[in-house]
């Protein structure tokens, strides 16, 4: 069950009575007719037993309710009166955001959180919003990440604290925003982060650095900037080479500057890291018919086509293959297959004009 759906459900586990009578609270009074949130479990012991709702148990539903829906229609009507009822209903919601993830029930924690929000957006508060955010991640779902990170910013954003340096530096490293989870990782140290939480950092430093400099490296290569990108690339440790990206996008900076030889090189590594990959047998094949290896180039991509046998890419890799090899039947029946798998496809037209211009001699 995703998040959105987990809320839902808590929403609807709650049911609502109407009052019969005014409720003094203090100097202030519930009128009659007022919709109260009530649990099913409740409603069903007050029916059994003849007993009154508990007061404290409202108070709480009307927290729970007014954290998890900014849109339900009593919204303002609750929160008016838990700030008339309460002396602090900050402390009060904060206190149940607390004792629920104690609990470990994340959903009701958020919903206290996010109602204490509503009476003091504080750096703490937007803290533990973000904290159980990861923890609902860290239970499988996966859109709370990017939620995590929202509110574990924007507490930084109030307040520069280690703890929430810390989780930003994990939360982005799992989205796979890598320069921005070594600045948080540098920033949790120099705020004199402590026990296992800086351990912890100073143990994974060295591979996030090196996913550092792979986001720098790869976004400069798509981006037309190779020589910068092959640089960033460089840098990574002998450990961090060992992955099929690093050494794919190697291959790929140096075939776009021409150096077909180290292409080759590097797009050898990656299809034997990881030979899964239909990008890395199209690009090593073109690197190969570069260098006039027309054999080799035909050898590598029946290899891919064997694992992936409608890759336009490679299909098309073949026909101009075929073609350089003078084979212009073969090409063309490799042109064929790919106007019948995409006949849209924009380099379809590319290789006829190729196969025209061969046959033309």
């Known amino acids: 069950m995703n998040l959105e759906a987990k809320i839902k459900e808590r929403k609807n586990s709650l049911s609502f009575v109407t009052t019969n009578k005014a409720i003094k609270l203090g100097e202030h009074t519930i009128p009659i007719g007022t919709d109260l949130p009530v649990e099913e479990k409740d409603m069903i012991k007050v029916a059994v037993e003849k007993v009154d709702f508990e007061l404290a148990k409202i108070f709480r539903n009307m927290c729970l309710i007014i954290g998890l829906d900014k849109e ?8 008016g009166l838990l700030e008339k009822s309460l002396k602090s209903p900050y402390d009060y919601a904060l206190s149940l955001g607390f004792s629920s993830t104690e609990k470990g029930e994340q959903i009701d924690a958020l919903s206290f959180f996010k109602a204490a929000q509503l009476f003091d957006d504080n750096y703490f508060v937007n803290f533990n919003i973000g904290r159980v955010y990861y923890l609902l991640y860290e239970q499988g779902m ?3 990440l990017s939620l ?6 924007a507490s930084y954003n109030m307040e520069e604290k280690p703890e929430s340096a810390y989780l930003l530096a994990i939360t982005n490293y799992n989205l796979a925003s890598y320069q921005r989870a070594h600045e948080f990782a540098l920033s949790a140290l120099r705020l004199d982060l402590d026990g296992k ?3 912890e950092i100073l143990e994974y430093m060295p591979m996030l650095e090196d996913k550092v400099y ?3 490296g790869y976004k400069a290569i798509i981006n037309g900037r190779y020589q910068e990108g092959l640089e960033a690339l460089s840098a990574i440790s002998d450990q961090g080479e060992d992955n099929w990206r690093v050494q794919f996008f190697t291959g790929v900076a140096y075939r776009a500057m021409a150096q077909y030889q180290n292409a080759v090189l590097h797009l050898n590594k990656a299809r034997d890291l990881n030979p899964a990959v239909a990008d890395i047998y199209a690009e090593l094949a073109n690197s190969l018919l570069s260098l006039g290896d027309i054999q080799v180039a035909k050898d590598e991509l029946v290899e891919g086509l064997k694992l992936f046998p409608t ?3 490679l299909i098309l890799n073949m026909a101009v ?4 090899d003078g084979k212009f039947d073969l090409a063309e029946k ?11 496809h924009s380099d379809i037209s590319t290789v006829e004009v190729i196969l025209s211009e061969q046959k033309r001699g």
Do not use: G
């Open 72 to 79: 339900f229609p009593l919204f303002d009507e609750y929160k």
């Open 142 to 144: 996966k859109e709370a």
């Open 148 to 153: 995590a990170r929202y509110y574990l910013l």
């Open 197 to 199: 939480m800086k351990d």
């Open 214 to 216: 792979y986001e720098r």
């Open 311 to 313: 890759d336009i890419s």
């Open 321 to 324: 293959a075929e073609i350089y």
């Open 334 to 344: 490799f042109l064929e297959q790919a106007r019948k798998l995409e006949p849209e």
